[in-house]
């Protein structure tokens, strides 16, 4: 059995009060109390009973993040990071899948789970403001960025349209004056495929440059076979790219190998920039040119926000909140020669 905050206490020469300040992290303890029950701590192997002090709150001590695919790389990454957020703040992380599925992004959003769960982290594809607008779950609810609500819940997004920008903005000044965009989407305004496109329109006439909707392809998904779905359409129509800006980075990648399979070369003949930064785009043959969104940060602030609104955090008014972003260069950009 192991040891009890009695068990420390003892061996500490303090009471068990004075254990529990410095297990809980209470800010009135001694440098010199800290340390010494510390000590104790450390030689009797104890560890808190996090499960019963998040039930004394009357909690569960979890926090749901839910995603559209957790077989993309990103939101895999983003996950391993939103864990280690909540593990500082003493939490589990359940992961769920929605598959990017209204349906399911409703059912997720409105407490299908809130038996045990203290708090939900989403990231929709599919939802509308509307089904968030009629939610009764009381448990707090923060929205990572693959869309723009307005629904008084605390959303936690990049600016699509600048870090876009910033990304066509790299290729203009490489002397690119044909770049594509792969990845436009038909519907919502407010999803990130148009606010990237969005960018890409506005960098391009800040450079008097045309926005040729010829070199624009549309996909089903943002995968890597969209990806070389959306270059071979672009390829077949006759128009021919000296740069592209991929939605994201699978969609680049899937973009490079049709590149590859057309003797056209990377960066030689064709620049190509992606989004996301994720480990594959790092260790392509060609490493990927990528905006890079800080996922730490992502996390951080999304866990965050959950934990303040669980602790009552008084005048915590719903927020838009912009993590920062970085443009990544690698090989896969280059002067036009």
Not at 290 to 303: G, H, M, N, W
Request: net charge neutral.
């Amino acid at each position: 059995m192991g040891a009890s905050l009695k068990d420390v206490a003892q061996r500490a020469g303090v009471s068990v009060k004075t254990v529990s300040n410095v297990v809980n992290n209470y800010p009135h303890v001694t440098p010199a109390m800290r340390e010494r029950v510390q000590q104790a701590i450390d030689e009797l192997g104890y560890r808190p009973n996090l499960i019963a002090r998040h039930l004394r709150k009357g909690r569960t001590g979890i926090i749901a993040l839910a995603v559209p695919e957790l077989g993309n790389p990103y939101f895999a990454e983003l996950a391993g990071a939103v864990i280690d957020a909540a593990a500082r703040h003493d939490y589990t992380v359940l992961l769920d899948h929605t598959g990017g599925r209204r349906e399911n992004e409703i059912l997720v959003s409105q407490g299908f789970r809130a038996h045990v769960i203290d708090g939900l982290i989403l990231s929709p594809i599919e939802l509308e403001a509307e089904d968030l607008l009629g939610r009764s779950e009381d448990a707090p609810l923060v929205l990572l960025g693959e869309r723009e609500y307005e629904a008084p819940y605390d959303q936690i997004a990049i600016d699509n349209v600048a870090a876009a920008r910033s990304a066509v903005r790299h290729l203009t000044g490489l002397g690119h004056r044909r770049i594509a965009f792969l990845g436009a989407r038909r519907e919502s305004a407010r999803r990130p495929a148009h606010l990237r496109l969005r960018g890409w329109r506005e960098e391009l006439t800040a450079a008097g440059l045309p926005c040729d909707d010829s070199l624009v392809a549309a996909t089903d998904g943002y995968g890597r076979v969209d990806g070389a779905a959306a270059m071979n359409a672009v390829l077949d129509r006759g128009e021919r790219p000296d740069a592209v800006f991929a939605y994201n980075d699978l969609v680049a990648l899937g973009a490079m190998r049709v590149l590859t399979e057309r003797r056209l070369r990377v960066p030689q003949d064709v620049s190509v920039v992606g989004f996301d930064d994720i480990e594959e785009g790092r260790f392509s043959p060609v490493a990927l040119t990528t905006v890079s969104p800080d996922k730490q940060a992502i996390a951080r602030l999304a866990v965050q926000r959950v934990v303040a609104r669980l602790a009552g955090t008084p005048g915590l008014e719903p927020e838009h909140i912009q993590p920062g972003y970085t443009l990544t260069v690698r090989e896969s950009t280059a002067r036009r020669t």
